[in-house]
Structures are given as structure tokens and as C-alpha cells.
């Protein structure tokens, strides 16, 4: 892979696991009957901002999940990174410590590197594909792994934020016109290498920092879904959103497994229940905003480029399979799944 470019990002910030631990550890309540019994508190992470669709799916989740266990289960949301870095909170939950983080395969690809393939390029194209991922036995594998010798338990991955698009400050509508571009992307490896399959040059740096780097012509841009680019306001700093359906965004909402494994049985069961549920309802709720966000994007300034040679990239895209070694992984899911291999068309 191409050497990748980095700009540091926010430092995580006074984060000890001590104090963590202090604030979260299991406490006993009180019920009507004065029987005192343990209540829990799970501390949830994620960096996008507190207006973000998916913030308000993690709300309604958490709201769930205290109904149903009475109070007994509390999650306690933090957007915006406000616990800090993705990377540094998901080695902190692998420690034991009682916290949550919304990631994606591409960063668990650093533990087990064929799941980044969930999050390469053209890999699926639907919610409906990524709901049949959760029965496939080489998922069920995967998550197995990472619980037996990392220590992430995978709560749900029913989050799917739409189809990355290209934020620039030039049309794009193949990947002849990526050459030379210095792109922003997460610090995983099928990220940095789907922009060099592009042509392009991949610049790790952090979501919060994107706005600021193409400010600062540290960037040319991102690729980032409809909702980001409102959110973030980066229609201030871009002036094309390209359509060329990259990546669809699947999110996978993990917490850690001792903590996990410290809950009830019933506690267990309604995590994973009200979060595959709110995933569903928050994925198909951003499905069905995006040409209200187009329109309120274009009223901003905003040119759409929906005139993308789609297949052209899907073409360059192979070259990040071959050199990741992700093709027969691709194809193995593909065939568990019973789907057309589009790549071989």
C-alpha cells in the first residue's frame, strides 16, 4: 500500500481507566421493596455530533434499554468523542473497562484484518444485504474471535449510515479526476487503500478535524455520507458532492466483553434486542432522508454530481482487494450469502 500521509489528531485528553471505572462500576439500588440490587451503567461513545440521526438512534436505544430493565441497565451516550479518540476508547474496553464505541469493520480490521472487507469498497449495496451478514457462519467466526482473544463483544452491526460519497472542491466523476488529491480518511487500512485504488492520496485524520483541514487546504477532501456534510457544515468549505457509492457504511456498536459478561442474562439479551432494532429503524430513517438533505445541500451552494461512472470505480476498486488480500474473503461471503459476484461481470 502507498505510503499514507497523517496529521495528528486530538489528543485523547485525561482519560484514565481508574476514574472510568470509578464512574461506572456497578452500584446497588434500591427498588419500591427496598431490595437493594445492582445497576449498571455502560458509558457509549461516538464522534459524530449530538444533531446526527445516529445520535438520536443511540438515545432511543438507551431509553429502551433503561425501560425494559427497570432503571437496572443505564447507557449514558457521548457524542462528539467527547470520551476521546474511537481507537483509544475501543484498547479501553478491551481492557474490561464498563464502555461502548460506534466503529466500523475497517478499524476491527486491525484485530482480525479480513473483517475490514465489510467495509470495502462496493462490497455490498443494501441494508437488506447487511441484515443477511449476521447469520453467516464466517461472521459468527469473527465475532467469536474477537470476544475469545481481544475482548470485544460485538452488540449489533444493524447500522448502516448510507453510501460514502466524495466531498471535494472538484467534480468527480471517475478516478482519473482523484489523481493528486490529498483525501481524509479514518486510520484503518481498507480506507487509505480505497483512495490510492482511486488515485488518490489518503490523509488519516479525525472527523472532527475535517472541517479545519479543508479550511486549511490540509485536504482536498473526505468521503463522508449526506448526513456528515450537513451536520459538520462542510458545504462551507466543499463545493461538489460526487456520488460514486464507494463504501456503504456499516457500523458495528461494540462494548467490552467482561463488562459484557458481568450483566444478567435478560440484561444481555435486551442490549442486543433494543440495539439491532434501533439500528434497523435509525439505518432505513437515513435511507429515506438523503434526497431532503440533497435538496437543503444544493439551497446551500452544493453541486450534486450524480453523473458518476459508477463502474469505473468499481473497477479501480478491485486493486484494494488484491492488495489487502481480501478477494477470496469477498468472494467466500458472497457465495454464504448467495449473492452475485458484481466483480466479475
Same mark, same amino acid.
Given at each position: 500500500?502507498?505510503?499514507?500521509?497523517?496529521?495528528?489528531?486530538?489528543?485523547?485528553?485525561?482519560?484514565?481507566?481508574?476514574?472510568?471505572?470509578?464512574?461506572? *462500576?456497578?452500584?446497588?439500588?434500591?427498588?419500591?421493596?427496598?431490595? =437493594?440490587? +445492582? %445497576?449498571?451503567?455502560?458509558?457509549?461513545?461516538?464522534?459524530?455530533?449530538?444533531? &446526527?440521526?445516529?445520535?438520536?438512534?443511540?438515545?432511543?436505544?438507551?431509553?429502551?434499554?433503561?425501560?425494559?430493565?427497570?432503571?437496572?441497565?443505564?447507557? @449514558?451516550?457521548?457524542?462528539?468523542?467527547?470520551?476521546?479518540?474511537?481507537?483509544?476508547? #475501543?484498547?479501553?474496553?478491551? @481492557?474490561?473497562?464498563?464502555?461502548?464505541?460506534?466503529?466500523?469493520? *475497517?478499524?476491527?480490521? #486491525?484485530?482480525?484484518?479480513? #473483517?475490514?472487507?465489510?467495509?470495502?469498497?462496493?462490497?455490498?449495496?443494501? /441494508?437488506?444485504? +447487511? *441484515?443477511?451478514? %449476521? &447469520?453467516? =457462519?464466517? +461472521?459468527?467466526?469473527?465475532?467469536?474471535?474477537?470476544? !475469545?482473544?481481544?475482548?470485544?463483544? /460485538?452488540?449489533?452491526?444493524?447500522?448502516?449510515?448510507?453510501?460514502?460519497?466524495?466531498?471535494?472542491?472538484?467534480?468527480?466523476?471517475?478516478?482519473?479526476?482523484?489523481?493528486?488529491?490529498?483525501?481524509?480518511? =479514518?486510520? *484503518?487500512?481498507?480506507?487509505?487503500?480505497?483512495?490510492?485504488?482511486?488515485?488518490?492520496?489518503? +490523509?488519516?485524520?479525525?472527523?472532527?478535524?475535517?472541517?479545519?483541514?479543508?479550511?486549511?487546504? &490540509?485536504?482536498?477532501?473526505?468521503?463522508?455520507?449526506?448526513?456528515?456534510?450537513?451536520?459538520?457544515?462542510?458545504?462551507?468549505?466543499?463545493?461538489?458532492?460526487?456520488?460514486?457509492?464507494?463504501?456503504?457504511?456499516?457500523?458495528?456498536?461494540?462494548?467490552?466483553? $467482561?463488562?459484557? !459478561?458481568?450483566?444478567?442474562?435478560?440484561? @444481555? $439479551?435486551?442490549?442486543?434486542?433494543?440495539?439491532?432494532?434501533?439500528?434497523?429503524?435509525?439505518?432505513?430513517?437515513?435511507?429515506?432522508?438523503?434526497?431532503?438533505?440533497?435538496? !437543503?445541500?444544493? @439551497?446551500?451552494?452544493? #453541486?450534486?454530481?450524480?453523473?458518476?461512472?459508477?463502474?469505473?470505480?468499481?473497477?479501480?476498486?478491485?486493486?484494494?482487494?488484491?492488495?489487502?488480500?481480501?478477494?477470496?474473503?469477498?468472494?467466500?461471503?458472497?457465495? &454464504?450469502?448467495?449473492?452475485?459476484?458484481?466483480?466479475?461481470?
Amino acid at each position: 500500500m502507498e505510503k499514507v500521509r497523517k496529521i495528528p489528531g486530538i489528543l485523547l485528553g485525561v482519560l484514565s481507566i481508574s476514574l472510568i471505572v470509578a464512574a461506572c *462500576a456497578s452500584a446497588p439500588i434500591t427498588t419500591k421493596q427496598d431490595t =437493594p440490587r +445492582v %445497576k449498571y451503567v455502560l458509558k457509549f461513545n461516538h464522534v459524530l455530533t449530538e444533531s &446526527e440521526t445516529f445520535h438520536k438512534g443511540f438515545m432511543k436505544w438507551a431509553q429502551r434499554v433503561g425501560e425494559r430493565t427497570n432503571g437496572g441497565l443505564e447507557i @449514558q451516550v457521548f457524542h462528539s468523542a467527547q470520551l476521546g479518540l474511537e481507537e483509544n476508547i #475501543i484498547e479501553l474496553l478491551r @481492557q474490561g473497562v464498563p464502555i461502548g464505541q460506534n466503529t466500523d469493520s *475497517a478499524r476491527l480490521g #486491525i484485530y482480525i484484518p479480513e #473483517i475490514a472487507v465489510m467495509n470495502a469498497p462496493y462490497f455490498l449495496d443494501s /441494508i437488506d444485504d +447487511v *441484515a443477511k451478514l %449476521k &447469520e453467516l =457462519p464466517t +461472521v459468527k467466526q469473527w465475532e467469536k474471535e474477537l470476544e !475469545d482473544n481481544y475482548g470485544i463483544k /460485538i452488540v449489533s452491526f444493524n447500522w448502516v449510515q448510507g453510501s460514502r460519497q466524495m466531498v471535494t472542491n472538484r467534480p468527480i466523476r471517475n478516478p482519473g479526476d482523484m489523481q493528486g488529491l490529498r483525501i481524509r480518511v =479514518p486510520g *484503518a487500512p481498507v480506507w487509505q487503500q480505497t483512495m490510492c485504488s482511486f488515485g488518490a492520496e489518503p +490523509v488519516v485524520l479525525p472527523f472532527g478535524e475535517v472541517y479545519i483541514g479543508m479550511e486549511q487546504k &490540509e485536504v482536498d477532501g473526505a468521503d463522508l455520507v449526506y448526513r456528515n456534510v450537513t451536520d459538520a457544515k462542510l458545504f462551507e468549505v466543499a463545493r461538489y458532492m460526487s456520488e460514486t457509492r464507494h463504501i456503504l457504511l456499516i457500523n458495528f456498536e461494540v462494548v467490552s466483553k $467482561q463488562f459484557f !459478561d458481568s450483566l444478567p442474562p435478560e440484561y @444481555q $439479551q435486551i442490549l442486543i434486542e433494543e440495539c439491532d432494532k434501533a439500528g434497523v429503524e435509525t439505518s432505513r430513517e437515513m435511507e429515506k432522508e438523503v434526497e431532503q438533505l440533497k435538496k !437543503d445541500l444544493t @439551497q446551500k451552494g452544493m #453541486i450534486i454530481v450524480e453523473d458518476v461512472n459508477v463502474a469505473d470505480f468499481r473497477r479501480a476498486s478491485e486493486a484494494t482487494y488484491e492488495v489487502l488480500k481480501l478477494t477470496n474473503i469477498r468472494d467466500k461471503l458472497y457465495e &454464504e450469502m448467495g449473492k452475485r459476484n458484481e466483480f466479475y461481470d
